[in-house]
């Protein structure tokens, strides 16, 4: 295994989704930093702050307050420092509109949030095994996408 | 004015670092799989100021012998995936461990520590990466697509395709166009 670390961000205003995928990154036994924020404005101040290390992927979910995830995602994506980033929508939806539009609008993973433990732990190795490839084997982000 | 670029990421990497090595005033030679020999002495700062320029291009300098070799093994996927126009009909273990002259299973096992993944499952990544490719040009159809890298059927390379990025191949392609155009509005 590599040394480096696998620094992951999750944007989601529930408590309970935040510690459930803290719990599932955890059991993953991948070495990953996970950090989490409870809404749009804070992430996306959290993402500007120079001090903070950039994350390898960031996890969106759609329905916050302030400011919701598409939103971000287009912030993210317009802005020339941070649109390198890999930004997975993370969400209760399973509409085709919803998945589809979300990688228009430059998302590169999108997770149906899952009801069962072992089903977000098995979503989240494959996103974040495949996420690493394409951070560190010089694959083109631009056509990276997932949907899980 | 769009123009479509087709490149050699091999040749241009070969031709950045050639250049960059001639303008520090250095002597090499390519010795092949991303190997180059320094015939002078290099001093500690100049290495620094290397590995900084590199980087700007992307290109990275391997530490140890462990990275050093499953990056070989990475080029030797990819320049197969890519540059021959039909992948080899050979195994691809027997292939790599012809190119690279020790045994598969050692290379393997090599392989998984270092990374998150497999080679098998590298291989199924860069070949579906190459689909991706040949799709968006719209150069080639899915059968072509699928003759070209060697599956035995459309529908085989559309169901690793759907199992590798959850999208079937006319769903990906709708996105990328779709997005195309949403970045021309932006």
């Given at each position: 295994?590599?040394?480096?670390?696998?620094?992951?961000?999750?944007?989601?205003?529930?408590?309970?989704?935040?510690?459930?995928f803290r719990d599932a990154i955890n059991q993953l036994n991948l070495k990953t930093i996970v950090h989490t924020v409870e809404d749009g404005e804070e992430l996306m101040v959290w993402l500007r702050d120079e001090g903070n290390p950039q994350p390898h992927v960031v996890f969106l979910d759609l329905n916050m307050p302030k400011k919701g995830g598409i939103e971000c995602l287009e912030e993210i994506k317009s802005?020339?420092?941070?649109?390198?980033?890999?930004?997975?929508?993370?969400?209760?939806s399973s509409s085709q509109k919803d998945i589809e539009d979300s990688f228009v609008l430059g998302a590169n993973i999108y997770i149906k949030?899952?009801?069962?433990f072992n089903e977000l732990k098995k979503a989240l190795s494959k996103v974040i095994s495949m996420n690493w490839q394409f951070c560190t084997s010089g694959l083109n982000k631009e056509s990276f996408i997932l949907n899980v | 004015?769009?123009?479509?670029?087709?490149?050699?990421?091999?040749?241009?990497?070969?031709?950045i670092i050639s250049d960059e090595l001639k303008e520090m005033g250095l002597s090499y030679s390519f010795n092949g799989l991303g190997e180059i020999k320094i015939k002078d002495k290099i001093e500690d700062q100049e290495f620094e100021a290397l590995r900084q320029k590199m980087l700007l291009y992307g290109i990275t300098i391997i530490n140890t012998a462990k990275e050093s070799l499953v990056q070989k093994i990475k080029d030797v996927i990819v320049e197969m995936i890519y540059l021959e126009e039909k992948l080899p009909v050979a195994k691809t273990s027997t292939y790599l461990a012809e190119k690279l002259n020790l045994s598969y299973g050692h290379l393997s096992n090599l392989f998984s520590e270092e990374t998150f993944s497999t080679i098998e499952n590298f291989i199924i990544l860069q070949k579906?990466?190459?689909?991706?490719?040949?799709?968006v040009t719209e150069e080639f159809n899915l059968t072509e697509i699928a003759y070209k890298?060697?599956?035995?059927s459309v529908a085989h390379l559309s169901n690793q395709f759907k199992k590798t990025t959850g999208l079937t191949p006319s769903t990906f392609q709708r996105i990328i166009s779709r997005r195309k155009e949403n970045n021309k509005i932006r």
């Open positions: 295994m590599n040394q480096s670390k696998i620094h992951v961000l999750l944007a989601d205003d529930d408590e309970d989704d935040r510690l459930f802005c020339p420092k941070l649109k390198d980033l890999s930004v997975a929508i993370y969400s209760t949030k899952p009801n069962d | 004015m769009i123009i479509n670029f087709k490149y050699d990421i091999h040749k241009a990497c070969v031709k579906i990466e190459r689909a991706k490719e040949l799709l890298l060697n599956y035995s």
